[in-house]
């Protein structure tokens, strides 16, 4: 069994939906896959929980790949009110959803390992190779961040990927300390710096398990589709999803993914359809 850990909006459907294809059309494992949500549109209007209807579609997505497998939605706005509500970072770099995991050892669906991922990663290779890595003396693996090792600090990681080891993070109150710093200071990548501040021992693991700019590498098994900086012929970022399929192709030249999302594309009009048909 590999128990998952997403965060997001109604807006995430699309990640979700591709991400969860590529899992589970790649492992051999039965997976359940927890969605923590929120509604906190007094923010922003958008901000609302993913709902029942996509919940719904994303298990039976997954069902039909391995009768076990299941999708959950955790609803935990009125937690997230109560430890984060208008707290310095609420409007930190990217939107409140990348706090929830933060308050993952305060919900009490989370199992003892379990491996959080950003919306936008795919897998390229069976999962159950990362997951069954031992973590039993640490409080999660992770993968150094590309920038940040370089302009932060040596060992500063990305948090897109985090195989957590939830029994030893409520040992050592990592995530509550996080919870702290989110609370008292203002940090340039919110979640992303409390969780490194707060960490007392972490493992460091591959790039293959979380590559941040590389999306052809046969040996990669989670793909991260996250902001890149580009410098020439000037300086910018590029910030192409995965659902994103026709920059996925022309810019990023990837087609490592084509099959997981030929199949998306068939089961998001599938949706479309259906949920056309109730309304």
């Not at 590999?2 to 997976?31: Q, R, Y």
Request: hydrophobic residues 35%; glycine residues 2%.
């Amino acid at each position: 069994m590999i128990n998952i850990l997403l965060c997001g909006n109604e807006k995430v459907f699309d990640g979700a939906l591709t991400e969860l294809i590529s899992i589970t059309n790649k492992t051999k494992e039965t997976i359940t896959c927890y969605i923590l949500t929120m509604d906190v549109s007094r923010i922003k209007p958008e901000y609302t929980c993913i709902t029942d209807e996509q919940i719904e579609f994303l298990n039976k997505v997954v069902k039909n790949k391995k009768t076990d497998n299941k999708v959950i939605k955790v609803d935990i706005t009125d937690l997230y009110e109560k430890e984060f509500g208008n707290c310095k970072n609420e409007n930190a770099y990217c939107t409140p959803y990348t706090l929830l995991r933060l308050l993952a050892d305060k919900v009490e669906q989370i199992p003892d390992k379990i491996l959080y991922l950003d919306i936008d990663m795919m897998a390229n290779g069976d999962i159950s190779e990362l997951y069954n890595i031992d973590i039993s003396e640490y409080e999660y693996a992770a993968v150094k961040e590309k920038y940040g090792s370089i302009f932060i600090w040596p060992d500063y990681i990305n948090a897109g990927m985090l195989l957590l080891n939830m029994k030893k993070i409520k040992e050592t109150k990592l995530l509550e300390k996080a919870r702290e710093l989110i609370k008292t200071k203002k940090m340039l990548f919110a979640d992303q710096d409390a969780i490194y501040r707060a960490t007392t021992k972490k493992k460091l693991l591959p790039r293959i398990y979380n590559e941040q700019s590389a999306f052809n590498r046969k040996e990669t098994i989670i793909c991260h589709f996250c902001k890149r900086l580009l410098l020439f012929p000037y300086p910018r970022t590029e910030n192409y999803k995965q659902w994103h399929i026709n920059e996925i192709h022309r810019v990023l030249k990837c087609y490592s993914f084509d099959k997981d999302l030929e199949e998306y594309v068939k089961l998001k009009e599938e949706y479309q359809n259906r949920i056309g048909e109730k309304t």
